[in-house]
């Protein structure tokens, strides 16, 4: 069973930071072969994909928005995924989701509750 909580969300000024956890419930053998993601889904707007880090050698991949300011990473040993979000800005105010995918699957079955994050003066 695979269930994804996250945290570290909060208020924050322009051009601070954060980090966003998300803890794993399942096996570290489980947790180290998915794809693991970030989303996120600002208000009126549709979820659209943050970042992802495969298993293994952990290639990732970050959406043109974030680049050079955001970072994934994971700990396979703690089951844990992070994204590091550095010179916030207020688009990227949303609600931020964790997501895993099993090797061979096309998209995302498991989801967490997500996290909300607000950048404003």
């Known amino acids: 069973q695979v269930q994804l909580v996250e945290s570290g969300g909060g208020l924050v000024q322009p051009g601070g930071s954060l980090r966003l956890s998300c803890a794993c419930t399942a096996s570290t053998r489980t947790f180290s072969i998915l794809t693991m993601a970030w989303f996120r889904q600002a208000p009126g707007q549709e979820r659209v994909l943050v970042a992802a880090i495969s298993r293994g050698s952990g290639a990732s991949t970050h959406a043109d928005s974030v680049k050079g300011r955001f970072t994934i990473s994971r700990d396979d040993v703690k089951r844990v995924l992070y994204l590091q979000m550095n010179a916030l800005k207020p688009d990227d105010t949303a609600v931020y989701y964790c997501?895993?995918?099993?090797?061979?699957?096309?998209?995302?079955?498991?989801w967490g509750q997500g996290t909300h994050v607000t950048v404003s003066s």
């Open positions: 997501a895993a995918k099993p090797p061979g699957d096309s998209s995302y079955p498991y």
